[in-house]
């Protein structure tokens, strides 16, 4: 076991890690930027390290800093949490050739699963059924404008480099697509470095579901069952579920078999998700894979019993995976909800400020994972998520009642946040009877402007 872990990431994710880190006796080490300096995971852990400036290109982004603060801390392992770093092919090269292990896949995993039409070409021929699209990165518009005739419209673009949403594009009609791949090239550059896209068929009503995959470097892989992840704006998650409401049994343990069967195509090892497109008529299709922990990862933990950060940690330290495929025992529902800092009544605009009071809820089944406390400065240069509040029942409807009991008991004043916004999804007819689709905030917006 690693005697000392460089966390590179912030905000609750980083509190995750010193929490497990600690139950396994392993010291921390957090690096942060100047503007994180009293946040809630520096006052946690054992040390910490400035890595920089706010700005992320110089801190949290910036790979000789972090390398540095793992050798100048004699830290055996980087954990690099979600978002940032987390599936930089060159970070995780980086860190092998100065012998610090990487938490995560092997750098040619991440790399195969980073390119989106490549993973989709990887998962097609270990069996996993795709959407129609393309397997490489789209040439020219030219090219593009007859594949989407061959496929029918409507069609969505991707950044082949791309991921959490950012960079897609539906397109309806020939003329639209004209003007926006020029535009969506562009903001694929700007997001990834890199402008190529690819194409797949858009199912205008579908189910997001994602299958949780942790394997061990001993050929060992195994899945944690499903989330369901619909509850979107912008193809930016709100809320999960696990299990999914609309699953049976038997589309279940298929689509898991799918999962294990696709990771073990690539000799995956660590925490990773791949993610489906399931439609009505229970019709599954491969997304993409995550290489990484999934922020929603709490509910798969909440439903099976399996500490995930501390597998993480126990995989890269050389060990076996501490349960079978046989011990997943997946009982009850669990909910997640992410509130952050953003407007719901300006299209979810970000807002920024000090917390002036802060009252988490509790009781029986919930959870909260949040480096919030009252006076900390919400900063303008992160990620919006301040909280995930999760709630655990024996039932949907149980988890759901307790998770509409937290939504009122949660206090937050200084900034706006998601919380009502969560409260009317929670309260809805529609969630509540299992029936919500990737559409479902869309439409939810709507009604309220009617």
Aim: proline share 5%.
């Amino acid at each position: 076991m690693f005697k000392k872990i460089l966390i590179a990431n912030r905000g609750e994710v980083a509190l995750r890690i010193i929490r497990a880190c600690r139950e396994l006796g392993v010291a921390t080490v957090v690096a942060h930027s100047d503007e994180d300096r009293d946040s809630l995971p520096v006052r946690l852990a054992d040390e910490s390290f400035c890595i920089g400036p706010a700005a992320p290109s110089r801190s949290y982004l910036s790979i000789p800093n972090i390398v540095t603060a793992a050798l100048v801390t004699r830290s055996d392992a980087i954990h690099p949490g979600y978002g940032f770093l987390s599936e930089n092919i060159y970070f995780a090269e980086i860190c092998e050739r100065c012998h610090v292990t990487f938490i995560g896949p092997r750098p040619e995993v991440i790399a195969a699963m980073s390119d989106k039409a490549v993973a989709r070409e990887k998962m097609a021929a270990a069996g996993l059924p795709i959407l129609p699209g393309t397997n490489r990165a789209l040439r020219s518009l030219e090219e593009a404008q007859e594949l989407a005739l061959e496929i029918g419209y409507p069609v969505i673009l991707k950044a082949a480099a791309g991921g959490g949403g950012r960079g897609m594009r539906v397109v309806t009609t020939e003329a639209e697509l004209s003007q926006i791949f020029p535009t969506a090239q562009a903001e694929a550059q700007s997001a990834f470095g890199n402008n190529q896209l690819y194409m797949e068929k858009y199912l205008e009503r579908c189910r997001h579901v994602e299958i949780q995959v942790m394997g061990d470097n001993h050929g060992t892989i195994v899945h944690l069952g499903e989330r369901d992840c619909s509850i979107q704006r912008r193809h930016q998650k709100i809320l999960e579920e696990a299990p999914s409401p609309a699953m049976s049994a038997a589309e279940r343990l298929r689509l898991g078999e799918l999962a294990v069967r696709g990771a073990q195509a690539i000799s995956y090892s660590n925490a990773g998700t791949l993610e489906f497109l399931r439609d009505d008529d229970g019709n599954a299709y491969f997304l993409e894979m995550n290489t990484r922990i999934q922020v929603e990862h709490g509910i798969t933990e909440a439903i099976t019993g399996v500490d995930l950060v501390k597998e993480q940690i126990r995989v890269a330290a050389g060990e076996r995976l501490s349960f079978t495929q046989d011990d997943v025992l997946p009982s009850g529902h669990a909910i997640e909800c992410r509130v952050t800092a953003e407007d719901p009544d300006q299209d979810f605009a970000p807002r920024y400020g000090a917390i002036r009071r802060c009252i988490m809820p509790g009781g029986p089944g919930i959870r909260i994972d949040s480096h919030l406390y009252a006076g900390y400065e919400v900063p303008i240069h992160y990620d919006s998520l301040l909280a995930k509040v999760i709630a655990w029942g024996r039932s949907r409807d149980e988890a759901a009642d307790r998770m509409e009991r937290a939504l009122a008991e949660f206090c937050i004043d200084g900034v706006p946040t998601t919380i009502p916004f969560l409260r009317r999804v929670i309260g809805d007819a529609e969630f509540r009877a299992g029936d919500a689709h990737t559409d479902f905030v869309s439409r939810l917006a709507s009604a309220q402007a009617q």
